[in-house]
């Protein structure tokens, strides 16, 4: 199972970014897809997750109301559309699978993960 991240830079506050990650291996329709994201000198946090059958989302606090995941299973793609980005939105931001269908939000439940994207925030 492999997963590559891309779509990540620099923007300014405010402005949208759509990660993208690509999967590849026996990933699809029975693996759960999220994003998580790690900032400089804290710990990694659950950004987003969408279920093996793309009927259930969960989206982190920091996340609700301006990111959006999902899933294309035609290219076997998830992505993550982020708007309104702020300054606190910098971060590394990774793709994981975990091995199993349902949504679940804890970093502990994913097998796989991707290299990571940067994302950079900043006026």
């Known amino acids: 199972v492999h997963l590559t991240e891309s779509g990540g830079g620099l923007v300014q506050p405010g402005d949208s970014l759509r990660l993208s990650c690509a999967t590849s291996?026996?990933?699809?329709?029975?693996?759960?897809l999220a994003w998580f994201r790690q900032a400089p000198g804290k710990e990694r946090e659950f950004v987003a997750v969408v279920s093996g059958s793309d009927t259930t989302t969960y989206y982190g606090d920091s996340a609700k109301g301006r990111f959006t995941i999902s899933r294309d299973n035609k290219k076997k793609t998830v992505h993550l559309q982020m708007n309104n980005l702020k300054p606190e939105d910098t971060a590394i931001y990774y793709c994981?699978?975990?091995?199993?269908?349902?949504?679940?939000?804890?970093?502990?439940?994913?097998?796989?993960w991707g290299q990571g994207t940067q994302v950079t925030v900043s006026s």
């Open positions: 994981s699978a975990r091995d199993g269908p349902v949504a679940r939000t804890e970093e502990s439940a994913f097998k796989f």
């Open positions: 291996g026996r990933v699809w329709d029975t693996y759960a």
